[in-house]
């Protein structure tokens, strides 16, 4: 029987499961005391505990030990992102790209943009069940929406070991992400709105050295355009470990 994972930012500070967690310890699980599980704190470590009160409101835990810490990944994707008009897709995109691993999610309004407002609440719980569900050891960041704008100035310093992206559909097509990528990395992607960047978008993006590319001859959704970056990055990294 494999030993059940919640998520606890702070567990050695803290001794009693999320209300959430606690309700589905003591409801759905049916977990007893001295139980073991697992708790993730999303920051790189996993730990060991074990259940003392089985609560569906305030489930407590001691005896926390490390067992796993990771110090920094290998490689970080930062994924930038124009939302959807429908947030549903929005929370799709997040739980795949949890599930395969990524470090940090932007959010920012552009021309052709659909969506002036996110609600980043429902997103981190999302986050939180494909982390636990996948057993990575890192939640992303989510950051509040902004302008293309304010992005490309918060980026405008470029370290030497990191890569500045953008998806790009053009004529003729640029280069797939996979003849791009330099392995070990920091990714800074881009995913523009489904109308795309406009021609004076994209022209402001080279011009502060992002570079274009192409997911192949098929023109993808926003969201699956998201997920397809994160999976291509990782497939990448697998390939050449």
């Not at 992607?189 to 570079?211: I, K």
Request: charged share 25%; proline share 5%; hydrophobic share 35%.
């Amino acid at each position: 029987m494999s030993t059940y994972v919640f998520y606890e930012p702070n567990p050695l500070q803290q001794s009693y499961l999320r209300e959430e967690d606690s309700f589905h310890a003591a409801r759905v699980l049916r977990m007893k005391n001295g139980d073991l599980i697992h708790i993730l704190d999303g920051k790189g470590k996993k730990f060991e505990a074990k259940i003392t009160q089985v609560d569906a409101k305030k489930t407590q835990f001691n005896q926390v030990q490390l067992i796993q810490e990771t110090q920094k990944p290998p490689f970080q994707i930062h994924l930038y992102l124009a939302p959807t008009k429908q947030m549903e897709r929005m929370e799709w995109m997040v739980e795949k790209c949890t599930e395969f691993g990524i470090h940090s999610i932007h959010f920012f309004n552009s021309r052709y943009s659909e969506r002036k407002e996110i609600k980043l609440q429902r997103l981190e719980k999302t986050a939180i069940a494909a982390l636990k569900q996948s057993k990575n050891l890192f939640l992303p960041q989510f950051y509040e929406i902004s302008t293309l704008s304010e992005i490309m100035k918060k980026n405008q310093d470029k370290p030497k070991d990191h890569q500045y992206l953008f998806a790009h559909i053009a004529e003729p097509a640029d280069p797939v992400l996979g003849k791009l990528i330099q392995v070990g990395q920091e990714y800074h992607v881009l995913v523009g709105p489904e109308g795309d960047f406009s021609s004076e978008e994209s022209n402001a993006l080279m011009a502060q050295d992002w570079t274009p590319f192409s997911l192949g001859n098929s023109i993808l959704r926003t969201e699956t355009a998201g997920i397809a970056v994160t999976h291509a990055i990782h497939l990448l990294h697998e390939i050449q470990a």
